[in-house]
């Protein structure tokens, strides 16, 4: 320790010697680590597993059942499926748990006299919060998936209609139908939001009421983010032809947690396509997806292009920053060479010398990172304003910290390495001339 | 305690070779003062960069309390210079940020001294200078004469067994380098061997033995024993031989 401490005075003197090259040392590495941070907090967050113990167990199960010849490879089954469809695969006892599920939009108050406040709405089936882990935190979810007048409320609406979170049995006016609050759910977020993978929908906050799938139509709330019909029926009535018709509107996931149930739902679906072509339901080519929560993005082709080539520019910046330091560096220690050549003939090692150089990566590290995450800071506000719809990816935690720590050690010393071991070899009697 | 055996020493540019050192024999035994002598650039002070392992050979064999240098690691190289030998310089060599302590201190640290024998050293050899009263003074506080002291005092702090001086007194004016001199006359009486480089014929004179480098090459019989006094080269007789 004491030894340790020596090299920190050594370093705090071999600073003060030139401490404007040091400081732009230091701001040349706070901003090459800042900038990359910044773009890898949202690069990080948007490719995060939100449930990473079974992002391998659900599946979103997709079907080419449309009425028309569609034989080549690039007829793909669309993302959403009709009510009648849902029936047909709910129909199978093979997932562990099943939901159907869209989203939409509706006013809420209280009552009449208040005015109406923009809610969104996810529509879904009982098993929806157990196969995403939503926390409730009170109440009780659905005990079926038949309609009944009741909804779900995140706490944070909760909170804002009533005060305070324990509203259960507690009414409300969904578009002025009256509604009983069942459940409260914890405040979460799914970062991303997989369940609702297309159209880039997954970087969207969770919604703030969860109404039951029948209630839904029976409401006639059509989904806000992506539907489609292949017939002219006017599905403004939803609660009459939503069921019926071709309104392609439903999302569905499944759980199979073995490769056993897995391989058996394929099986299920194989032969259910099949019953439909024979059946003159549709004559395309069968193609069915059953597709991994944790590749659903990659499957919707919704990556981040912007952030990924982002995060490609900012790392040649990073390269550049750690150059110019690494150049900055060389001349620090080419003009204390004398000094570690002098040590050296009085009996220091290069090993002593190296240890005095990793107290200077520790001094920079510390140094460039407190400036890191002030750039990394600004950074993240400046990417919020030009992107606010990643705004909820802005969050550090502490694994991103402990690599942004680690990236500056490993920058620190990649700076320090080659003029430390330029410092560390050479004529020794020459280097105490100069 | 010094035994070179058909040392050289050549240094090489892409277009010339220099012969610094030819087949140098040299010994030196315990307790001996020898004065290095001879023009600038006869390789007087590459001979002492060699002997105090600043320097690497080409050819030759140096041993060193029957140790062989060549080859030696880097550490037991350090720890050789740490532990047997003390460096005074011409230009002092001090580190102008520390405090005389701290620059006394420095070779005792990479000694593995605690704290309290480093102190115990560092203030034993200030008092051995005459500085006891300035260790917190800083060198550029100091005078020409002092620092060398302080330097001398940095050499001596670790009782190393060579003390190896190259134109201690180069730097000097003729009342601090008379000091000097007497410090190291000092020093060589508590048993110290040293090898100093001068061109100062009376500095010379005042060491036990003196060995004069012409081109690279001691003369005849300066490379032999102390005890040689038959040698017409040795002016006097060596003190404090063991």
Redesign the interface.
Known sequence: M??FL?YLRASL?SI??APLPYALTVFIMALGLGVFFANATFYYRLNADPLPHKSDKLFFPMMLLVPWECNDSTCKPPPVLSYANVQKLSSSDIPTAKAAMYSSDAYLRLDTKQPPLPVSLRITQRDFFRMFDVPVLHGSIWPDDSARNEVILTEALAEKLFGHSDVVGKTLLLDDKPLTVSAVLQNWQMLPRLYDANNRNYTNAVEQIYLPLETGYDMNYLSNSQSSTFDDTDYRQLATQGRTGALHQLQYWVQLDTPAQQQAYRDFMHNLATTEQTAGRHPAVINNQLTALRDIVTYFGGESGDIKAFALVTLLFLLVCLLNASHLSLNRYLSNQY?LS???????????LQQQMLVDVLMLTLFSLAGALLIGFGGVQLMNYLWPANRLFAGWDLLLLSGLLVLAWLSSYLVTLYPSLRASFG???QQ?KE | MIKINNLSKIFRTELIETHALKNIQLHVSEGEFVALTGPSGSGKSTLL?VL?T??DFDSGDYLLDGQSVKGLS??AL??L???KIG?I?QGF?L?K??SLFDNIE??L???GFN?AERKRRVEYALEQVGLAARRDYHPSQLSGGQQQRVAIA?AIA?QPRILLADEPTGNLDSLMARQVMELLEQINQNGCTILMVTHDPEQARRAGRQVQIIDGQLSDAAMYDPLAHNNPLVKSSPVAVA
């Open positions: 004491e030894q020596y003197v003060r010697r000094e002098l040590r050296r003939a009085l009996g220091a090692s290069r090993w002593q004529a020794l009697n105490l | 960069n105090g600043l320097e880097d550490k350090s720890a210079r740490n532990e460096f310089f060599n580190i940020d520390y420095l070779p640290r990479y000694r704290a940095r670790g």
